[in-house]
């Protein structure tokens, strides 16, 4: 090739050898400006180098490596700080150079006169076309990002950025759409500025300089989009792979944002539970008193003056105890009811034919005065707290007992077995029907329409005539908040003047009586 002017020139006959070489050889004169390297101008270069040399890299004689043409300016920039080093160092250094992780090129640079000489060795055989669209293709399929960075380092070795010299289709594509910006030819913060803030940057400068791998998730607030990215070392660089996972750390977040207001919820739900407890336990103490005073004053008028009252006067203290004594069980079963949300008794095994003994036996008077039967078969053994369990079973009974018909002494059965799945009411079907015994309580007594049988487990909600049959109407909801406190439900089946059959499900324990 012809020479240019400059500082220095080779010899015709150097050049004749040079051209002869096996190797690919370029000669590149420093330039300087006020007494620092700034760049390099090509000399010379034989044929078989700008053969070699990646096409992207080719320089026509007098040509600068970076002022050559700006627009390629950081892709020369890495071999340019590598020039420096060794025209001030003296020492030869090996260099790969590539514009693709497919193709590259070992150059070696050693110091010459007032710049460098650099040779092309050790080039590997190229691979077949076949082989380099297979491997693209490979690249290419993957759903992630791939990015090959070269470390771009200043004059005293520090990496300033990164050179990208391969980027795979959905990364090109990805780097289009979300920074309008095209891949090959930039570099790392060309193309991602905000990355030494978000983290990208300063991981890949760890990585190249520890050579240990790295993995983060970083997110890109102007684009919205995350990604998973994962930073390995390769020479002197990196590659870094990335996995959008926008759509994943969206629904992370609702899960989040969702669990928290759950939390909130549940948290101010106790709050109000609590302060209703407390209401209860003060309105229940603070009636108690009055009402005391009501009930003696009224037993007081009965007894000492009923003689000198008219039986218009008689009737109303008579309504008035009674008033008065409907409004104490009202205040006990309240006071009952409120205490189910705050006291949690540890569960130890229970036996429910004992505790169903032990009702029947608080309930023998009443059982009596009725004539009822009671037919009460073995029950299971189940873990839960005894008292409320007697709570529970003692206010089903005295509900038989209580709407019982006026021609038919009560006939009360009780039956335990394992739940079949058909039977599970709707807030267990998520659960295992064998885990569940299905313990019923049936009678022959008025029964009701069932269309009514929500409002009957809802406190002070009541089907029969108030001045007939006695009661608050919190009896089974105290029942079915000690089957739900148990991990169980309750549930009820019945017709008008046909009987009721109560089912109270509870979780299974394995020993049974």
């Not at 309008?180 to 190249?208: A, M, W």
């Not at 684009?223 to 930073?231: A, G, L, N």
């Not at 108690?288 to 004053?297: A, C, V, W």
Request: proline share 6%; net charge negative.
């Amino acid at each position: 090739m012809s020479l240019v002017t400059t500082k220095f020139r080779l010899p015709a006959e150097s050049t004749a050898i040079l051209d002869q070489l096996p190797d690919g050889v370029a000669c590149y004169e420093a330039v300087r400006h006020s007494g620092s390297i700034t760049d390099f101008r090509l000399t010379y270069a034989n044929a078989l180098f700008q053969e070699l040399i990646p096409a992207a890299f080719r320089l026509a004689p007098g040509e600068q490596m970076l002022a050559g043409n700006p627009d390629n300016a950081p892709r020369w920039q890495p071999l340019v700080a590598r020039c420096v080093d060794v025209a001030q160092t003296g020492q030869t250094v090996s260099y790969p150079l590539s514009t693709s992780i497919l193709s590259p090129a070992g150059l070696r640079i050693s110091p010459f006169a007032d710049g460098v000489l650099i040779t092309i060795q050790d080039v590997p055989e190229p691979a077949s076309d076949g082989q380099l669209q297979w491997i693209t293709n490979v690249l290419n399929a993957s759903l992630g990002n791939i990015f090959v960075y070269e470390a771009i380092r200043d004059e005293t070795g520090t990496i300033q950025d990164f050179y990208v010299r391969y980027a795979n289709a959905n990364a090109v594509r990805e780097v289009r759409n979300h920074m309008d910006k095209e891949t090959i030819g930039n570099t790392l913060l060309g193309i991602y500025p905000q990355s030494r803030e978000l983290g990208q940057f300063p991981h890949c400068v760890e990585v190249v300089n520890t050579g240990e791998p790295f993995r983060l998730e970083i997110y890109y607030p102007k684009q919205q989009v995350w990604y998973d990215t994962s930073i390995t070392k390769l020479n002197d660089g990196c590659i870094v792979t990335g996995l959008e996972i926008t759509e994943r750390k969206r629904n992370e977040l609702r899960l989040k944002e969702q669990n928290e207001l759950q939390h909130r919820m549940v948290s101010e739900l106790r709050q109000s539970n609590e302060n209703l407890r407390q209401f209860a336990q003060v309105a229940s103490h603070d009636l108690q008193e009055p009402l005391r005073k009501i009930q003696t004053f009224g037993d007081i008028l009965r007894n000492q003056f009923e003689d000198n009252l008219a039986d218009g006067e008689r009737d109303m203290i008579r309504r008035i105890q009674r008033s008065a004594k409907r409004m104490q069980m009202l205040i006990r079963d309240l006071l009952a009811y409120s205490q189910l949300a705050s006291q949690r008794d540890p569960f130890q095994p229970v036996a429910l034919t004992e505790v169903v003994r032990d009702v029947l036996s608080d309930l023998e008077i009443a059982i009596s005065e009725t004539k009822a039967s009671v037919q009460v078969p073995n029950l299971p053994v189940i873990l839960g707290s005894p008292s409320r369990l007697r709570q529970l079973f003692q206010n089903l009974i005295a509900n038989s007992l209580k709407f019982k018909k006026i021609d038919q002494p009560p006939v009360i059965q009780f039956d335990a077995r394992p739940a079949e799945p058909d039977e599970l009411p709707a807030d267990l079907q998520n659960q295992p029907a064998s885990s569940f015994w299905l313990i019923s309580v049936t009678d022959n007594g008025l029964g009701f329409d069932e269309k009514y049988k929500d409002r009957i487990f809802h406190p002070f909600q009541r089907l029969h005539d108030t001045t007939a049959y006695s009661g608050t109407g919190i009896g089974l909801a105290i029942c079915q908040r000690v089957a739900e406190s148990h991990g169980g439900t309750i549930d009820v089946s019945s017709r008008p003047n046909a009987g009721s059959t109560f089912k109270v499900f509870l979780p299974a324990h394995h020993d049974r009586t």
